[in-house]
């Protein structure tokens, strides 16, 4: 990597757990085939829309989606929309193509990889949508750099997102809840759409819980929903 520049996003959680059951095992091989993005063109030259036939009204990207069930809804809600998920985790990229398979999804496209490569090869303002559901919040201070919202990310964001564009973040997690607001309220290209308080802790009819959340709901932990937009480029 060159020294001037930014630093991309990587991920720092596990890639593979338990051995994959021999029917995800056949849906990840015959699945990436079709679904998954073997290669990124040259950074910025992505068209997502170009990845679809026929072309989508708008791309989304969820990143990190882990078991893909928020991604495989979204999809199916809204099949003239394609989506494009970026996620490292081997078995969640499984998952999510037994859904896709099960669903007959084909707007989605799959990045099995570091969301990093992805957002760097994508087109300036090409995406409407992007979800980062439960990022690992990474408690310890000493790991604080590895968290997912930062300013280098969000440049990277800020960049392939389209004016008016939708930012959603969800987190159960109070600590990370204010690192991201401060952080995402700090970045010039992003205003927050909460009109209330409450409103981080409503749910919007068209944001379905994710494994994780279920999780962290039978744990006692509430969620935080966060919208943000994306301000039109001057
Ligand atoms: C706490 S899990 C949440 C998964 C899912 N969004 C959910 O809510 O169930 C965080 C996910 O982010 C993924 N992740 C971490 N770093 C990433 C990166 N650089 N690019 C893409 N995904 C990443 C992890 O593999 C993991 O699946």
Same mark, same amino acid.
């Given at each position: ?30 699945? =990436?085939?079709? $679904?998954?993005?073997? /290669? =990124?063109? &040259? ?11 026929? /072309?989508?009204? &708008?791309?989304? %990207? ?8 928020? *991604?495989?809804?979204? /999809? ?17 990229? +499984?998952?999510?193509?037994?859904? $896709? ?11 099995? @990889?570091?969301?990093?490569? %992805?957002? !760097?090869? *994508? +087109? ?5 949508? !992007? ?9 310890? /201070? ?6 997912? $919202? ?5 440049? !990277? =964001?800020?960049?392939?997102? !389209? ?5 959603? $973040? ?10 991201? *607001? &401060? ?10 759409? +909460?009109?209330?308080?409450? @409103? ?5 009819? @068209? ?18 929903? =966060? ?8």
């Amino acid at each position: 990597m060159n020294a001037a520049e930014p630093r991309r996003i990587r991920s720092y959680g596990r890639r593979r757990g338990r051995k994959l059951r021999p029917a995800r095992q056949a849906a990840l091989d015959s699945g =990436l085939a079709s $679904v998954s993005l073997d /290669a =990124l063109p &040259a950074d910025g030259a992505l068209d997502p829309r170009g990845l679809f036939v026929p /072309a989508p009204r &708008a791309a989304w %990207l969820e990143i990190g989606f882990g078991g893909g069930e928020h *991604l495989a809804w979204q /999809a199916a809600s809204n099949r003239d929309v394609g989506i494009l998920g970026a996620e490292p985790f081997v078995n969640g990229v +499984a998952s999510l193509l037994a859904q $896709v398979a099960r669903q007959d999804l084909r707007n989605v496209r799959v990045w099995p @990889d570091d969301a990093g490569a %992805l957002l !760097a090869a *994508l +087109a300036d303002a090409s995406i409407e949508r !992007a979800f980062l559901l439960f990022p690992d919040p990474w408690p310890k /201070a000493r790991h604080h750099k590895r968290r997912i $919202v930062n300013p280098a990310n969000l440049d !990277a =964001l800020a960049r392939i997102l !389209a004016d008016g564009a939708e930012f959603r $973040v969800a987190t159960d997690d109070p600590a990370y809840l204010g690192w991201i *607001l &401060a952080h995402v309220l700090d970045h010039p290209a992003f205003v927050w759409t +909460a009109r209330d308080p409450s @409103d981080w802790r409503s749910r919007p009819a @068209d944001w379905p819980p994710t494994r994780y959340e279920e999780k962290a709901s039978q744990s006692g932990r509430k969620p935080y929903f =966060l919208s943000f937009r994306r301000r039109p480029r001057p």
